[in-house]
């Protein structure tokens, strides 16, 4: 009954292997996000897709491309990776309130790359 | 550099003593929104004020935004060993779509 799930929880990888981290929302939110949490703790926003649709693509390279096969998925594959790309992933859906967007997370992927 | 700062970077505590964190900001918002995150987790929304409003409370949740200082703070009253976590402020700006921009955290250690 979790509300925004991912797997795995953990990934342990070589550099230069590719890798996915797979996102589900049961919640019937429209909109679905990628961040990205570094070691300092410092969130920041890598994609967001609305209904199926990339509306936020932040300066995150090429090696990182995100899928939403439906509004209550969204996956993340990332080829070739680095060193720099170890962190904890945080897939996220929200709805709108008044006021605003009201975000849920999922418990993140933690991604070490060796 | 970042949208939302938050002050201070840490906060240590005795259970039943009130916690003030506060958050400032560099462009204009629709909304400001805090979060938690306990260790090892997601985060998790707490509490959300419009641009329009100056103060709002949840339980033992107090947030006050000042727009003309573009800064806000979350005061947590009578704190719990249970509100141990990182506190994050969110800012949500219009970049064509709505984008959440979180600051670094505070860390908050709440002793019994």
């Known amino acids: 009954d979790t509300a925004v799930s991912q797997t795995p929880k953990y990934l342990v990888t070589q550099m230069g292997n590719d890798k996915s981290i797979k996102c589900e929302q049961n919640l019937g939110h429209d909109t679905m996000y990628w961040y990205k949490q570094d070691s300092k703790k410092f969130l920041k926003i890598m994609f967001s897709y609305n209904n199926k649709e990339l509306i936020i693509n932040e300066t995150v390279p090429n090696r990182f491309s995100p899928k939403s096969p439906d509004k209550a998925h969204l996956n993340l594959h990332i080829n070739s990776l680095e060193l720099g790309d170890s962190a904890v992933y945080f897939c996220a859906s929200s709805y709108r309130q008044t006021g605003g967007e009201v975000q849920f997370f999922g418990p993140g992927t933690r991604l070490t790359v060796l | 550099s970042q949208q939302g700062e938050e002050d201070p970077q840490a906060l240590s505590i005795q259970e039943g003593e009130n916690a003030t964190m506060n958050c400032s900001y560099k462009t204009s918002i629709n909304n400001l929104q805090w979060y938690r995150q306990n260790s090892g987790r997601g985060l998790v929304h707490l509490i959300l004020?419009?641009?329009?409003?100056r103060e709002k409370h949840s339980g033992r949740l107090r947030v006050t935004l000042d727009t003309s200082k573009k800064s806000s703070s979350l005061l947590i009253t009578a704190s719990r060993a249970a509100d141990t976590a990182s506190y994050f402020c969110?800012?949500?700006?219009?970049?064509?779509?709505?984008?959440?921009?979180f600051g670094a955290g505070t860390r908050l250690f709440v002793k019994a």
């Open positions: 969110a800012t949500a700006i219009n970049t064509g779509g709505f984008k959440t921009i």
């Open positions: 004020i419009r641009s329009n409003e």
